[in-house]
């Protein structure tokens, strides 16, 4: 299968041109900066031109190369694991973003500027990937070129269902990184890849399967056989519906608007303990007596 190989080559040749771009940002740009843009702009730049080239080889690979879903599933959870591990802090995702934004870790100014990176390194990733097919390096590129112009929508269903798939898969992602975002990388990188993987196989004869907003726009606007604003519900307003209410439903709350926890009682970490009272008859006169306290009166004779 030598457009197969030539893809993997093609992979292994975006992450390493992205990977030279993060480290040589790092050593020009202030901390700001890189975390901001340059960071973000390299791993936008790296999953669309990846995501792209995938989408081909699903597209095209089963009836021109031979190979069937099991391939482009090992695929796509090596891809993934690689750029968890290779993003170096970068989500590449305007939901994430968004995200870090709600729960106070990131100001407008700095998720502003992520946004701009993310959506100039999928537009770039786009531009860059077109000019690569344009090469025709194998017969796989060859019919994405004649097939290009004719693009049809990735939406499979109807629009509301459609909808409801990418905000569904858009909730158990970020449920899941919400879940995960502090544990090892060593654990976290294979459970999202595997959490993509299996979200993907699952959804992905609807919608694609892309719940990030940035990733849509570059891959699937432009295709012919839904309007604009159908993409717009199904692509931005599902993803970001699945992440408000995956936030909601682990916090309890949405800290950038409200601190008060609408769905978990906040339990004191102090157990005040409860006095045992006893009343005690002393004269004819009730009395209130504690545990421990010893008794003064006299067994009956």
Request: hydrophobic share 45%; proline share 4%.
């Amino acid at each position: 299968m030598p457009g197969l190989n030539v893809s993997i080559a093609f992979f292994f040749l975006v992450v390493g041109v992205c990977q030279a771009l993060r480290r040589f940002s790092k050593c020009l740009l202030s901390p700001g900066a890189y975390n901001c843009i340059a960071r973000e702009l390299a791993g936008s730049l790296q999953l669309c031109m990846s995501c792209l080239e995938l989408r081909m080889l699903v597209e095209i690979g089963p009836w021109g190369g031979g190979f069937g879903p099991d391939v482009i599933l090992t695929l796509l959870f090596l891809l993934f694991a690689v750029h968890g591990t290779s993003f170096d802090g970068a989500s590449a995702n305007p939901t994430i973003s968004l995200q870090e934004f709600l729960l106070l870790e990131s100001n407008l100014a700095a998720t502003a500027a992520k946004l701009l990176a993310q959506c100039v390194g999928m537009a770039m990733g786009w531009v860059v990937t077109k000019l690569y097919w344009s090469w025709q390096l194998t017969h796989f590129h060859l019919i994405q070129n004649l097939i290009a112009s004719e693009c049809s929508s990735s939406i499979h269903t109807s629009l509301h269902h459609a909808a409801f798939v990418e905000g569904t898969c858009s909730f158990l992602f970020h449920l899941v990184l919400l879940k995960l975002r502090e544990s090892n990388l060593m654990y976290r990188v294979p459970v999202l890849a595997a959490t993509v993987t299996f979200l993907s196989y699952t959804a992905g004869p609807f919608t694609g399967a892309f719940f990030n907003p940035a990733l849509a726009t570059a891959a699937t606007f432009h295709c012919s056989g839904s309007s604009f604003w159908d993409y717009v519900q199904v692509y931005w307003l599902g993803p970001l519906a699945g992440m408000l209410i995956a936030l909601l439903l682990y916090q309890g709350n949405i800290p950038r608007f409200f601190q008060k926890n609408l769905l978990y009682s906040q339990k004191s970490k102090y157990r005040i303990p409860k006095a045992r009272v006893a009343m005690h008859v002393e004269d004819g006169e009730p009395q209130q007596k504690r545990k421990g306290d010893k008794s003064n009166s006299k067994p009956c004779a």
